[in-house]
């Protein structure tokens, strides 16, 4: 067993870069190898719940997180034809602090991305882009890793932090394609001085009718508003899972919805509207094989119905990072004390944001709307910087 192992993380996302801080907090220097050819994210809001918040606060992120958004002030669920309010959640820092210790913010994922780069402060080649991850093969002595590119890399443990079509998870588990889920969503960024006469009260908003939803919350201090609309399908089509879209296919599917919604859906800009085919996969009953584990999407990806996907990679790059620094040479016993911790929580979740799907889009939905975060009150609570491993 070598003093400190050599861990490679697959995929430079949300997830990776979260494990590549707290393994960096254990004392530990990952290398990260992420497909793209540049660093970045999509752009487009993320909601980051408290259970998320306490662990970015934990890692050194503070001051970042708080310069990127206030916490999230009120929540509310609008009538979607009259926007009047079916439900009004007031919550603020003081009501976040009280009930969770932790606030929730909305943040630009580019942001999250660049304070964890940040916070990271990668050594020179310590992350690969360019490098897309397309074999494993482990053996008694280690791992050696095969990208796309012909490039090779040796490492002692493996992190999958590659997303819903993991790689990782591809060569090494019992899995099967991931599965259309139904619903087509599309995400947009738009600015605030297109779409003036928006009540952006409550701060997020969600309406709901039979079989359709569209949410907006602003960013980056109220100078753009993010949103996001979902319907139902009956296939996901030829198309690629994400891709661009025709504003006016928006426009269309939302015809006769309340004239906020109407006027952020045409401030979109026209090479700015994305629209992904949201796919699933069945849930794990392990997430380590060997020397080699997953994380965030890759072990459980998650439908965004409960805004909590990112969240809960977060969570699970938390708990690895305190396994590592628990068990330090051992990775045998870190592995197995982190999938210990998160396996249960993760696929519990996984299998709610499903329901939560079939809630918000089955017949009635609308009548039975409730903000955003209603009921989640157990998950907030969860604090991955404590809990046993
Ligand atoms: C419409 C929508 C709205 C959402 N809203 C929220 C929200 O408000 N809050 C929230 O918490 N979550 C939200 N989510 C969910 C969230 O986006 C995901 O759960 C989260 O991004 C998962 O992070 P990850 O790092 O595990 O995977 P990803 O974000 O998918 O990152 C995977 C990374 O791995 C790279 N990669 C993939 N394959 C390879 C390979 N073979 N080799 C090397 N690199 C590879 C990718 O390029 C990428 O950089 C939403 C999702 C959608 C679709």
Redesign the pocket.
Known sequence: MTDKPTIAI?????????AAVALKKAGLTATL????PELG?VG??????PN?TRILDGLGLDAAMAAMADATPHVGALDWKTGERVEYTPRGADVYLKAYGAVTR?VH?ADLHDALMAALQPRANQIHTA????TVKQSAGGIELG?TNGQTAQCDVLIG????????RDALFPTEPPRFTGYV?W?AVVERKHAPRVNLDPHFASYVADGKMFGRYPLRHGNVINC?A?AKRDSAGDESWTARDDVNNVLKEFEGWHRDVIDIIKAIPADGCFR?S?HTRKALDSWVDGRVTL?????H????FL????????EDAAVLGRCFGKYGPDWDAALAAYQAARLERGNAIFARSISQGERLFGTGASKHHRSPGFGLDDLYRYDALSVDI
């Open positions: 697959a995929g430079a996302g949300i997830g990776g870069l979260t190898y992420e497909q793209a994210e487009a809001g993320l909601t980051i719940t998320a909305h994922r490098h897309q991850l397309q990208f932090c590659d997303g819903i079509k993991s790689a990782v969503a995400r996001v979902m992904w949201l994380l965030g999407d890759a072990a990806p998650m439908t965004p805004g909590m996907g990112a969240a809960l990679a977060i």
